[in-house]
């Protein structure tokens, strides 16, 4: 992860656009894995276009294993704020975006879920606060975060990866429980 601000700034402002974008109705609607957390995975992507010049091909492979990530959340828990709570969008966004990185940085499987476990953890617990009655507002801000947020977890993964403790399964079902 650079540590240049100017690409700090640009992955945030790629993360706004997206999310600016979707508030305003008024083009092409993203949503991975929702409207309101769709902002961190392509922010992430672009990021890694721009910063290390990674291919078509590879940023491909890495929705791939993104959308996997998604899917292993719906699937066993919910990416459904008005059922989980923000830390189901956001978390499951934050999720798939460090699956992402770890795979563009050539982590095995274990590294990927290992990231994308540690992504959801430090998400647990977050709720939807709008911002008079707009879910927009807290919803940009969090899709900048998480994206650098999956930066971090990607970092913490591969050096803790050999001794994970709590697996990608695990902590989706508590994210379940406590939304």
């Known amino acids: 992860y650079s540590e240049n601000k100017n690409d700090k700034i640009n992955l945030y402002a790629y993360a706004y656009a997206v999310n600016e974008e979707n508030a305003s109705a008024s083009g092409i609607v993203v949503t991975a894995p929702t409207?309101?957390?769709s902002g961190a995975l392509p922010a992430v992507l672009k990021y890694?276009?721009?910063v290390y010049s990674v291919s078509d091909v590879e940023i491909i492979?890495?929705?791939k294993i993104a959308g996997l990530i998604g899917t292993i959340v719906r699937n066993n828990a919910t990416i459904s704020g008005a059922v989980g709570g923000c830390q189901a969008e956001i978390g499951t966004a934050t999720?798939?975006?460090?699956?992402?990185i770890a795979y563009l940085k050539g982590g095995n499987i274990k590294m990927i879920g290992a990231a994308a476990e540690i992504a959801m953890?430090?998400?647990l617990g977050l709720?939807?606060?709008p911002v008079l009655g707009y879910v927009q507002v807290p919803c940009i801000q969090r899709n900048a975060v998480a994206a650098e947020?999956?930066?971090t977890?990607?970092?913490?993964?591969s050096t803790l990866y050999e001794g994970e403790k709590v697996s990608f399964d695990t902590v989706v079902e508590v994210m379940f429980e406590t939304g």
């Open 35 to 37: 409207c309101g957390a």
């Open 48 to 50: 890694y276009q721009d």
């Open 61 to 63: 492979n890495a929705i």
């Open 95 to 100: 999720s798939m975006s460090a699956a992402a």
């Open 121 to 123: 953890e430090h998400q």
């Open 127 to 129: 709720t939807c606060d």
């Open 149 to 151: 947020k999956a930066f």
């Open 153 to 157: 977890a990607y970092e913490l993964a």
